[in-house]
């Protein structure tokens, strides 16, 4: 996908948050009850922490999507393979070579970038977004920080739409207006 589309494609969705609910509790490791290889690993913990945050609230801009209610649940998870670094995402050749791509006369790595955090999805007939993001468990305290004071609270959301679906590739919450930004 070329740039332009990248850029036909791309939102800056800002949610006025009007609410938001905290769980915190421990137990089994919910990947132990599940018979799907992928969904787990060696490494990871038979107790698991359960540390969920839903912010929920409605979009202010862009215009044409103010007023659509959003809700997003943020579930605190530490599990290491789902942390990627550079190193996991360069761009290989069949040799296993790092593949460098030519920018202003320089050679760079390359890299695939992932799709994003997560996907939104609207429910039928409604105006009305859900989504659902693994984080590492201190951004939902910094969060909680933030959602804890006595002022107005925004969501600002990064979305881009590739091949149908929105992905969200940046969610934060604060305390400026991201429509004003």
Known sequence: ????NDQDHYAQLAIKIASYDVAVGESINI????????LWDDSDPVIAPDFRLVVAGSCTYPKHRAGDA???????????RERLNFKDIRVLDKNNAPVY???????????????????????RGTREWKS????????????????????????SIDEHLIDRKRWVRGFSVQTIDPANE
């Open 1 to 4: 996908m070329g740039r332009k």
């Open 31 to 38: 990947h132990l009850l599940t018979h799907i290889p992928h």
């Open 70 to 80: 959003y809700e997003f649940t943020l579930y605190g998870e530490k599990l290491l």
């Open 101 to 123: 791509r030519k920018y202003r006369g320089g050679l760079y790595p390359a890299f695939t970038v992932p799709s994003g955090l997560a996907t939104i999805q609207r429910s």
């Open 132 to 155: 659902a993001l693994f984080v590492d468990p201190s951004t939902i305290n910094r969060m909680l920080a933030v959602l804890n004071l006595e002022r107005e609270l925004y969501a």
